[in-house]
């Protein structure tokens, strides 16, 4: 008989606090973070920007931004601000200026073709924060006291990075969990979450074949802690997710077995996300109106990962020569061999119409009042690196429908929301941390300017972008 509970422990470490939600202060910062700095000044204006400022507000022309000590102290247009004496100005005419992007499904750790898998603990931080991504959720992980380790090198300024909330390794059931804990009763979840709580994770996540008891005993035991759950699903279906209290659902429609008419609960098989995946189900149809009912009325969150489901359609490839750079030769080269046979043979594992279909579901969502975030989940065939795949989650969501405004909101504000710490991020607001992304052009008129960051603001600080991406050239896929 198969242990009730499978999980090879490291000696435990300390419990590892939420991210601060102070500014960290320069002086704290090692010489290796601060080789990436490019403005230090107490003081700093941003002037003459558009500002997309995560509110759901449409676009500001001519806007000037102070900093001061880490926060936002002003934001308006510029013929009102008065830019204090002694700052450090930055003319930014021609740049647009948005909130910190909040990664919510933003792994430290990467899969790609070939099977090939490695911990990222050097180049997904430099990526997340060189791409604006300045806090992320790892939702998930495969290694988790380098995760811990990570976080807290970033904590204390030894390495520079984003934000870091935990989440504890993957909790499935089944056989086969790999590097994931199978727990097949709910007294084995209970004491999973029990002893993840107590090393620093504020996250849970459960994936595809956790069962129905041992899900319901994870959210019970994880609530009394004050940590929330989230799922990639398959046995347990959203409707019955959302009953059982989880707080968050992964992967928008593409994994919601709720759209097959002959599933059984608690058994998870390939066919119980074929309707999604081949866009035969309906997103606009009683199945997912009546999820999206049941979620927003629990106020249950959603994250979409659009880019990581992109590189499984046949035709969509979309050529970023900065992905390729930072790969590994080996990664590079499996990854585009595996992109020419779907475009040749015409057919991936997700259609284009399920793709279509997963972006009108996540409107739909919206549009019903639904609390929606995104991610980027560099994992799959390894086409979708850390910080370039969220910035492309922009482009799509514009495809999708969504308003520039919308999509900047979705990406920053509502994942500061999910998380906890709408008070002090998300938003480009007074008093709050100065987390700022400065990109080239005008985002409102052009999707690709997302790519085009020059400057990351964390805490105040500004990172240089390019500088982070050089350090990480030929780097993804070795660490």
Same mark, same amino acid.
């Given at each position: 008989m198969r242990p009730m509970f499978r999980l090879t422990l490291a000696l435990a470490l300390p419990a590892l606090a939420a991210p601060s939600l102070e500014a960290q202060r320069p002086d704290s910062l090692s010489a290796e973070v601060r080789r990436y700095v490019a403005v230090d000044a107490p003081v700093i204006a941003l002037t003459r920007v558009t500002l997309i400022d995560g509110t759901g507000a449409a676009p500001r022309s001519d806007q000037t931004i102070v900093i001061r000590d880490g926060k936002i102290a002003a934001v308006g247009p510029a013929a009102r601000v008065r830019i204090p004496e002694g700052a450090r100005v930055l003319e930014l005419a021609g740049h647009t200026v948005i909130p910190g992007l909040i990664g919510m499904h933003d792994h430290l750790f990467y899969t790609a073709a070939g099977g090939r898998a490695s911990q990222m603990s050097y180049t997904a931080p430099r990526l997340y924060l060189a791409s604006g991504v300045t806090t992320i959720r790892t939702t998930g992980g495969r290694s988790p006291y380098a995760e811990i380790n990570t976080k807290d090198a970033i904590d204390n300024g030894r390495v520079p990075g984003p934000r870091v909330h935990l989440t504890a390794p993957y909790i499935t059931g089944g056989a086969g969990g790999g590097s994931m804990a199978i727990v097949e009763s709910p007294e084995a979840a209970r004491r999973f979450v029990a002893y993840w709580g107590n090393e620093g994770a504020t996250w849970l996540k459960a994936y595809t074949d956790i069962r129905a008891a041992e899900l319901g005993a994870a959210i019970d035991e994880a609530h009394k802690r004050g940590m929330k759950v989230t799922g990639h699903l398959c046995s347990v279906s959203y409707q019955e997710a959302v009953a059982l209290g989880i707080d968050n659902l992964e992967h928008g429609m593409l994994t919601a077995s709720d759209f097959d008419p002959a599933r059984t609960s608690d058994v998870c098989t390939p066919a119980n996300i074929t309707p999604v995946r081949e866009g035969t189900a309906d997103p606009a149809g009683s199945v997912a109106r009546e999820t999206i009912r049941r979620m927003v009325e629990r106020k249950v969150s959603m994250t979409s990962t659009l880019v990581i489901y992109e590189l499984f359609v046949a035709g969509r490839?979309?050529?970023d020569q900065r992905t390729l750079d930072a790969m590994s030769p080996e990664v590079r080269d499996a990854y585009l061999a595996v992109r020419r046979q779907i475009d040749s043979t015409g057919r991936g594992l997700v259609a284009l119409a399920g793709l279509k279909n997963a972006m009108a579901f996540d409107r739909a969502? @919206?549009?019903? !009042? !639904?609390?929606?975030?995104? &991610? @980027? *989940?560099?994992? /799959?065939? &390894? &086409?979708?690196?850390? &910080?370039? /795949? *969220?910035?492309?989650?922009?482009?799509?969501?514009?495809?999708? /429908?969504f308003t520039p405004a919308q999509a900047v909101q979705i990406m920053s504000a509502n994942g500061a929301r999910i998380l906890g710490v709408q008070d002090s991020l998300g938003t480009v607001e007074p008093g709050k941390l100065a987390d700022l992304v400065v990109l080239q052009g005008d985002l409102a008129a052009d999707p690709s300017a997302i790519r085009k960051v020059t400057t990351v603001f964390k805490d105040g600080l500004a990172y240089d972008s390019a500088r982070l991406i050089a350090a990480v050239k030929g780097r993804v896929g070795i660490d």
């Open positions: 490839t979309t050529p969502f @919206v549009a019903a !009042g !639904g609390l929606l975030g995104a &991610g @980027v *989940d560099p994992t /799959g065939l &390894g &086409g979708a690196l850390p &910080g370039f /795949g *969220d910035q492309r989650n922009y482009e799509l969501f514009i495809e999708a /429908g």
